[in-house]
């Protein structure tokens, strides 16, 4: 059971460059989602999506864009890259009905020089 | 606005000592609470959570959590601690908001070391 999977690993953009993360889940989870994570800050919600084909903005959504074209698939784009992008990039989905938990991935560790 | 605070950035303990990590969140209706743990290079995994019932919760490898909804606290317990169990925790809030995606703050993060 896969679960929540993220590719690539690691990546290393230069400023203005553009590039797309991935995000799989096998779950059939509606819900999912796009976090970053800086040291000191915690994680901070990017985007988020409640099903196929929606998507919104959550706490941190400049510089980002988002697609769920397929429920299994949660696609993070950043269209021209800046040093402050730098970041450990988590996506999740959650676990259905009341307090329903969130299922992360293992992370993209992203730098832009 | 929901918040959550993790007064504790870095805790240190000794094998076998006790440990509580403490959280304070804000809310505006009854919290869904989570605490996640962290390992290097890792994603999150759940730990345990609360969002009704018995205030007392008990979570994966021992830990537990009491909610204590006067004190708008969720603090993790563990009794003794294993040298495995260093990482870096996760308090989380969020609930069921209409039209609100379910979305969960996080605390910024309690780094565990566990000194041998």
């Known amino acids: 059971n896969a679960g929540v999977t993220q590719t690539p690993k690691f990546r290393v953009l230069k400023t203005g460059q553009s590039m797309t993360l991935l995000c799989a889940q096998d779950?059939?989870?509606?819900?999912m989602y796009w976090y970053r994570q800086d040291p000191g800050m915690g994680l901070r919600l990017i985007h988020y999506?409640?099903?196929?084909?929606?998507?919104a903005k959550g706490e941190v959504p400049d510089g980002y864009n988002v697609s769920r074209l397929k429920k299994q698939n949660f696609l993070l784009g950043l269209e021209s890259a800046a040093p402050s992008q730098t970041s450990v990039y988590f996506c999740?989905?959650?676990?259905?009905?009341?307090?329903?938990?969130?299922?992360f991935g293992n992370g993209t560790r992203l730098t832009v020089t | 606005a929901q918040s959550v605070t993790q007064p504790d950035i870095h805790i240190t303990v000794s094998e076998g000592a006790s440990l509580e990590l403490r959280c304070n969140y804000s809310?505006?209706?009854?919290?869904?609470l989570f605490w996640y743990v962290q390992s290097p290079g890792q994603g999150l995994q759940l730990l345990l959570k609360y969002f009704s019932g018995d205030t007392l919760v008990q979570g994966i490898k021992g830990f537990e959590a009491e909610f204590k909804r006067s004190q708008s606290s969720f603090n993790l317990r563990k009794p003794s601690v294993h040298w495995s169990d260093a990482a870096e925790y996760f308090c989380?809030?969020?609930?069921?908001?209409?039209?609100?995606?379910?979305?969960?703050?996080f605390g910024t993060g309690t780094q565990l070391k566990v000194e041998l």
């Open positions: 999740a989905s959650r676990s259905p009905g009341r307090g329903g938990p969130l299922h």
């Open positions: 999506s409640v099903g196929e084909g929606t998507t």
């Open positions: 779950m059939n989870h509606e819900y």
């Open positions: 809310y505006g209706a009854t919290p869904y």
């Open positions: 989380a809030v969020g609930g069921l908001v209409t039209g609100g995606g379910n979305k969960l703050t």
